[in-house]
């Protein structure tokens, strides 16, 4: 049975979609991803397996938990800076060897900037079949107000 609040929507477009690249990363952090690529962990992985797809992955729970599908989306670009910056906090927090180092600290701060971006994000939206437009928010909105 669908869950009544987060119904099941086409995924292709999300999952083809590039939110994040290489040179986004080197845009906030200049030695990123070949820094994350030379940092291994004990289970022999680096720190940059694998981050990218969690991230966006992450970021989809966050739309859906602020009831926006990503089949609703027109375009994708708008999500770059914030994926980009969960992606590095997801880098740095894997780089992250106690809670004092320096990876942590930056790890810490791309985190509050991803949430400071997810919060400001204005969406192009088309309105899913079904939805009463008087009942749904307009379509370019904030995801959550302050």
């Known amino acids: 049975m669908p869950d009544p609040i987060f119904p099941s929507d086409d995924t ?9 690249t290489d040179d986004n990363l080197t845009q906030f952090e200049r030695r990123m991803p070949q820094l994350a690529m030379s940092i291994t962990g004990p289970s022999g992985s680096t720190a940059y397996a694998g981050k990218r ?6 970021l989809r729970r966050d739309l ?6 990503v089949k609703d989306l027109t375009d994708f670009a708008e999500l770059t800076r914030a994926a980009t910056f ?5 880098i740095f927090f894997d780089m992250a060897d106690r809670n004092d180092t320096v990876s942590f600290g930056k790890a810490s701060f791309y985190r509050d900037e991803y949430k ?3 919060s400001q ?7 899913s079949p079904g939805v ?9 909105i904030p995801c959550k107000r302050q």
């Open 64 to 69: 859906r938990t602020s009831k926006i599908f």
């Open 12 to 20: 292709t477009a999300w999952d083809d979609a590039i939110l994040a």
């Open 86 to 90: 969960l992606e590095l906090s997801l």
């Open 132 to 140: 009463d437009p008087v009942e749904s928010p307009l379509y370019s």
């Open 53 to 58: 797809s969690a991230a966006k992955d992450q």
């Open 116 to 118: 400071k971006e997810f």
């Open 121 to 127: 994000l204005v969406l192009d939206r088309t309105l």
